[in-house]
């Protein structure tokens, strides 16, 4: 199966939505879907795409309820998937995140996403796609996850470095959404939407690369990236992979249950 991880701009998109190796996904929210989407693409709840069981309901959903969500869609082993919400990138890069996770790596984010596609013209519709849905068995490939455990064995030794997309006052403590706060002992903090460019339509940011290594995350430091419930951590994890970082994992626990374990250390 062919690997690539990179950039779709959405003139280049408009010209090829008839090309049927390609499978366009929508992550935005429900209701915005079935007013206007992208001509053809298909779409997937971003609800579905966490366990939503207690007491970690951001957790990676069961085998059985991921092969649902790629089965309802039609995913295919020769397609070419290009992914899209409305918010800057985080419930796609979920999505490419589980895409990962059961081995499909040939994929795309649309650059801006629905925001770009619509504020630049191209067109829109209500219309819903016929679907050919498939029958696959898949397999959860656990090298691009990461679980407190491990993370927990890592931190003396210092050999991964932390990417903590949240905000600076959930970063600093501030700001609590769990029984701790603070961070994970030597994480670096890097809010995720300081990579967008606003004034382009919250595309990836041409210099996120340098901005990044300027804070000291390094595109060839084995990486864990996470927020609160790795949503918007899906969005990091998705730019590690467009950017080249040679090993980036995401932690689906994130602050949720780090915060709320009873041996997890933090800083503030």
């Given at each position: ?15 090829r ?5 390609l499978?366009?996904?929508?992550l935005c929210n ?47 082993e ?6 899209y919400d ?6 796609a ?10 081995g499909?790596?040939?994929w ?17 519709t209500?219309?819903v796609?016929?679907?050919?849905t ?7 490939d ?11 064995r890592?931190l ?10 949240r ?19 030597g ?21 996120a ?22 949503h ?21 626990g994130?602050?949720?249950?780090w ?10």
């Amino acid at each position: 199966m062919p690997k690539t991880y990179n950039l779709i701009e959405s003139e280049s998109l408009s010209e090829r939505l008839n090309e049927p190796n390609l499978l366009i996904v929508d992550l935005c929210n429900d209701a915005l879907y079935s007013r206007k989407h992208i001509p053809g693409a298909v779409h997937v709840s971003p609800k579905t795409l966490m366990a939503g069981s207690f007491p970690t309901p951001n957790m990676l959903p069961s085998i059985e309820q991921i092969s649902a969500i790629i089965n309802s869609i039609g995913l295919t082993e020769e397609k070419h998937v290009i992914a899209y919400d409305d918010e800057g990138g985080g419930w796609a890069g979920r999505f490419l995140w589980t895409l990962d996770v059961i081995g499909h790596k040939n994929w795309s984010y649309l650059n801006g996403g629905l925001i770009a596609w619509h504020n630049e013209g191209h067109p829109t519709t209500a219309d819903v796609p016929v679907i050919k849905t498939t029958h696959r068995d898949l397999v959860i490939d656990r090298s691009p996850i990461v679980d407190a455990e491990e993370i927990m064995r890592s931190l003396e030794g210092a050999q991964l470095q932390i990417w903590d997309a949240r905000s600076e006052g959930e970063y600093t403590g501030i700001t609590l959404y769990a029984e701790k706060g603070g961070h994970i002992p030597g994480a670096i903090h890097c809010e995720w939407t300081n990579m967008m460019d606003f004034q382009r339509n919250q595309r990836i940011r041409n210099d996120a690369l340098t901005r990044l290594e300027d804070l000291g995350i390094s595109q060839k430091k084995p990486t864990i990236t996470h927020c609160q419930s790795h949503h918007r951590s899906g969005f990091t994890y998705m730019l590690g992979r467009i950017l080249g970082f040679e090993s980036i994992r995401a932690y689906d626990g994130s602050w949720a249950e780090w915060g709320n374990h009873p041996h997890t250390p933090v800083e503030i």
